[in-house]
């Protein structure tokens, strides 16, 4: 399935999938808050993370040669309403469809005006129906 998702279901998707908060910037070096756990990704909001997994997202696609339609635009799904950065992608409609349901719970409905609303949401917690094997999830973090 062909999605125009927004970064923030992206990122939620990532965490529901490994229960891995993403990179956490330290200064200039990038860590993986899953070998350090001294670390406390969720003391930085999720916009901050969220502008750093989309970063690793795209070193991610150049490096792999993939050509990824960026805009500012209403995502497809009823849980963020308004324009934010999206990318279209080929995308499992399970999977976006549990970061779709994850986020309007969280923000209790849509979030319709900006991302004001995204601010304050939580780590996400890893679900085991969303999990990979547990090969695939060692495998789980970008390290740049």
């Not at 908060?21 to 990038?30: D, F, I, N, R, T």
């Not at 916009?47 to 997202?57: D, G, P």
């Not at 601010?119 to 679900?127: K, S, V």
């Not at 547990?134 to 495998?139: F, T």
């Amino acid at each position: 399935m062909q999605v125009t998702f927004a970064g923030s279901a992206s990122h939620v998707d990532y965490q529901l999938t490994f229960g891995c908060p993403g990179p956490v910037k330290h200064g200039a070096q990038w860590l993986d808050a899953l070998t350090r756990p001294y670390l406390d990704p969720e003391k930085h909001p999720f916009l901050v993370r969220l502008k750093w997994f989309r970063r690793c997202l795209k070193v991610f696609w150049k490096l792999t040669g993939q050509t990824v339609g960026m805009a500012a635009c209403k995502a497809e799904g009823d849980s963020i309403q308004s324009f934010v950065n999206a990318a279209s992608v080929r995308w499992s409609y399970f999977s976006w469809n549990g970061a779709e349901h994850w986020i309007a719970t969280e923000c209790n409905g849509p979030c319709s005006r900006g991302t004001r609303a995204l601010a304050a949401l939580p780590l996400t917690r890893r679900q085991d129906r969303y999990a990979l094997s547990d090969e695939a999830r060692s495998h789980s973090t970008f390290r740049a």
